[in-house]
């Protein structure tokens, strides 16, 4: 949508003027996943870790790795969430279909099947 291109271009811009600003990095790996540009928000979180590896922003960039399919990517940051206290049902749902998977050797369900935050 329009608004979604302006908030990409607001914060890419943002970025540009002031890299340190982790809220920036937040703000368009969000307007990315809503208009499901997914490996654009993944590079940009990863991006965002370096700035603020806080549990909140392992959380996000689990969800979406979990959202791109890499559901043993996915599992680690939102486990690395929920250690640091980033706590969410859709973090646990996430992570206790991983470790079910791992246990049964079968494949994690599709992201379609699972919540998006």
């Given at each position: 949508s329009e608004?979604?291109?302006?908030a990409i271009h607001f914060y890419?811009?943002?970025i540009?003027?002031?890299?340190s600003r982790s809220?920036?990095?937040?703000?368009?790996?969000?307007?990315?996943?809503?208009?499901?540009?997914?490996q654009?928000?993944?590079?940009?979180?990863?991006?965002?870790?370096?700035?603020?590896?806080?549990?909140?922003v392992?959380?996000e960039l689990?969800?979406?790795?979990?959202?791109?399919?890499n559901?043993?990517?996915s599992?680690?940051?939102l486990?690395?969430s929920?250690?640091g206290?980033?706590?969410s049902?859709t973090a646990?749902l996430?992570v206790?279909l991983?470790?079910?998977a791992?246990?049964?050797?079968?494949?994690?369900?599709?992201?379609s099947l699972?919540?998006?935050?």
């Amino acid at each position: 949508s329009e608004d979604l291109q302006t908030a990409i271009h607001f914060y890419t811009n943002s970025i540009r003027i002031d890299p340190s600003r982790s809220e920036n990095y937040h703000g368009l790996s969000v307007a990315y996943r809503r208009s499901e540009q997914y490996q654009k928000a993944e590079d940009v979180l990863r991006a965002m870790l370096i700035l603020d590896s806080s549990p909140i922003v392992h959380r996000e960039l689990g969800l979406i790795l979990r959202m791109t399919g890499n559901s043993t990517g996915s599992a680690v940051h939102l486990a690395l969430s929920l250690q640091g206290g980033a706590i969410s049902s859709t973090a646990l749902l996430m992570v206790g279909l991983q470790r079910l998977a791992e246990s049964t050797g079968l494949d994690p369900p599709p992201p379609s099947l699972c919540p998006n935050s």
